[in-house]
């Protein structure tokens, strides 16, 4: 029973980003996403054969660097469209340094803690890396739809405003993850929380500036939609839930009760510190 509810889910994760993909009506956006699912279910094959979660998060990076690896190749066959090679540039620099971290995190950990009872499930592990696809896909849509439209990314004051907001993002995103690695690197933080720096200002910094990029491309994209292709504008919601409501933040926040949730610290910490916001005041 619980198998088929998760090819249930591993369906859905398909289906939806390659629906809105055929009803924008353009077989380029198609051909991309089906690329993006056709790496995820390449790459659970030796994933689930050799019991290994360590490369998931690699195989995320590689999939946003080949699809903006080609959206570059677009923006530069004939004139050169320098809006959509720059949002091409900005997306391939965030993956490679997310998944150089994650995967320099993994290795040296062991494992991620979270596909320890995932792995053994064939039909687990399957959704897993569809929802990996359907997480590059439904981030990338807004981007690829306006790259692949007749003018491609439109440069004007709103595509500025974007490029702000993800740098603005990107730069959150790194130094929070940058704080955290220095907070684990000392020894007696081993059994403890962080809650300085960015991390004082928000549980999650680091999905605050992931959030905010998204947005940002979104932003960088809309003067390229028009009509149906504003459904691709879903890119930064769907950012926020997954990370909010589905995996980052519901998992570490449930980890972090069972941990330290008799602590008096703790307690006022996640009382008088914003989930995800970061508070200014």
């Known amino acids: 029973m619980q198998s088929i509810m998760y090819l249930t889910f591993a369906a859905l994760g398909f289906v939806i980003p390659f629906g809105i993909s055929l009803a924008i009506g353009n077989e380029l956006v198609q051909n991309i996403v089906l690329l993006v699912y056709i790496i ?7 994933a689930y054969m050799f019991q290994t979660e360590k490369f998931y998060d690699l195989t995320g990076s590689i999939t946003y660097t080949s699809v903006f690896a080609y959206c570059i190749y677009l ?15 900005l997306v391939i620099l965030w993956a490679g340094r997310l998944g150089t971290f994650l995967f320099t995190r993994i290795a040296k950990d062991g494992e991620d803690k979270r596909f320890r009872t995932i792995k ?17 896909s ?47 690197a000392i020894p007696e933080n081993r059994n403890k929380f962080i809650t300085s720096g960015l991390w004082s200002k928000s549980r999650h910094p680091n999905y605050f500036g992931e959030i905010m990029l998204w947005t940002g491309v979104a932003v960088m994209s809309f003067s390229s939609l028009s009509g149906i292709e504003y459904l691709t504008l879903i890119s930064p919601i769907f950012t926020y839930l997954l990370l909010v409501k589905i995996s980052g933040v519901r998992m570490l926040e449930g980890r972090g009760q069972k ?13 008088n510190t914003p989930m995800v916001m970061l508070k200014f005041w």
């Not at 995820?40 to 030796?46: E, R, S, T, Y």
């Not at 439904?138 to 690829?144: F, M, P």
């Not at 941990?259 to 009382?271: L, P, R, V």
């Open 40 to 46: 995820q279910w390449v790459a659970f094959i030796p």
């Open 75 to 89: 923006a530069t066959s004939g004139d050169i469209n320098w809006g959509s090679l720059i949002i091409s540039i």
């Open 120 to 136: 053994p499930d064939m039909a687990q592990f399957f959704m897993t890396w569809t929802l990996q696809g359907m997480w590059v």
């Open 138 to 184: 439904l981030c990338s849509l807004c981007a690829i739809t306006a790259i692949a439209s007749d003018t491609g990314i439109i440069v004007n004051g709103i595509f500025y405003i974007g490029i702000i907001m993800f740098i603005g993002g990107f730069a959150i995103e790194i130094v929070a993850d940058q704080q955290k690695s220095a907070f684990r």
């Open 259 to 271: 941990t330290w949730g008799q602590d008096e610290e703790y307690i006022a910490y996640m009382k």
